[in-house]
C-alpha cells in the first residue's frame, strides 16, 4: 500500500499554530505518512484531490478563527466532508487551569465548525501560547487580564507556551489510524 498523503492547511496570527502544524507534519511521518504543510495565507494551497486527508487548523483571536480559514472551509467544503479530515483550534483558553476557559474554547470550536458546515472525522481544542513581547500595547494589556482570569501567568517580559505536545502526538496518531483505516476499507471494496 502507497504511504498515505495528508495535506496540514493551518491560519495563525502570532505563530503558534504554524509551530503545531509543523509538528504535527514531523508526528504523522513517524507514523509513515507523508505530510504536507501550507499557511492558508501563502497561496496556491495544494489541491485536495492529491492527499488521502486534510486537516486544518487555526488559532482563535479575539474570540474568533481567521477568516481566510473560514473561506478555505467553504470554498472546500463538499470535498472535506467527503475524505479523511480533522480539525485543531489553537487559544490560550485551551489550556486554562479553569474549567470554565477549557468549555470556552470548546464552544468557539463547535460554533465554528457549525458556522461553516465542517464536520470533520476528528476535531480537537489545542492550547497554544501567550506571545506578550509579539503584542501591541493594548493586545498585551487585553491578554494579560484574560490570563489573569484564566489562571495563565501574567509576566509580560516574556512569551509563555501552553502547547501539550503529547495531546498534539496522539491528534497525530489517530488521524494516521483514521486515514490508514479508510484506505484500507476503499482497498478492500475495490478488491470485492
Known amino acids: 500500500m502507497e504511504t498515505p498523503e495528508i495535506l496540514i492547511v493551518y491560519g495563525t496570527t502570532h505563530g503558534q499554530t504554524a509551530t503545531i502544524a509543523n509538528f504535527l507534519q514531523l508526528a504523522l511521518e513517524r507514523r509513515g505518512c507523508h505530510a504536507v504543510v501550507s499557511n492558508v495565507k501563502n497561496p496556491p494551497t495544494p489541491s485536495l484531490d492529491q492527499f488521502d486527508g486534510v486537516i486544518v487548523g487555526a488559532s482563535v483571536i479575539a474570540r474568533g478563527h481567521q477568516p481566510a480559514i473560514a473561506a478555505f472551509i467553504r470554498d472546500n467544503l463538499g470535498t472535506l466532508n467527503a475524505m479523511p479530515s480533522a480539525f485543531f483550534s489553537v487559544s490560550a483558553s485551551a489550556g486554562s487551569s479553569r474549567e470554565g476557559g477549557?468549555?470556552?474554547?470548546?464552544?468557539?470550536?463547535?460554533?465554528?465548525?457549525?458556522?461553516?458546515?465542517?464536520?470533520?472525522?476528528?476535531?480537537?481544542?489545542?492550547?497554544?501560547?501567550?506571545?506578550?513581547?509579539?503584542?501591541?500595547?493594548?493586545?498585551?494589556?487585553?491578554?494579560?487580564?484574560?490570563?489573569?482570569?484564566?489562571?495563565?501567568?501574567?509576566?509580560?517580559?516574556?512569551?509563555?507556551?501552553?502547547?501539550?505536545?503529547?495531546?498534539?502526538e496522539g491528534f497525530a496518531r489517530q488521524f494516521a489510524e483514521h486515514v490508514t483505516r479508510t484506505r484500507q476499507s476503499e482497498a478492500e471494496v475495490a478488491v470485492t
Not at 484564566?150 to 503529547?166: F, K, L, V
Open 102 to 168: 477549557r468549555a470556552a474554547a470548546r464552544r468557539l470550536r463547535d460554533d465554528f465548525l457549525t458556522e461553516t458546515g465542517f464536520h470533520p472525522n476528528l476535531s480537537e481544542c489545542i492550547a497554544g501560547a501567550i506571545k506578550y513581547t509579539r503584542y501591541n500595547f493594548l493586545l498585551r494589556w487585553y491578554m494579560k487580564k484574560a490570563s489573569r482570569m484564566n489562571g495563565g501567568s501574567t509576566d509580560t517580559s516574556r512569551d509563555h507556551e501552553y502547547t501539550d505536545w503529547a495531546q498534539v
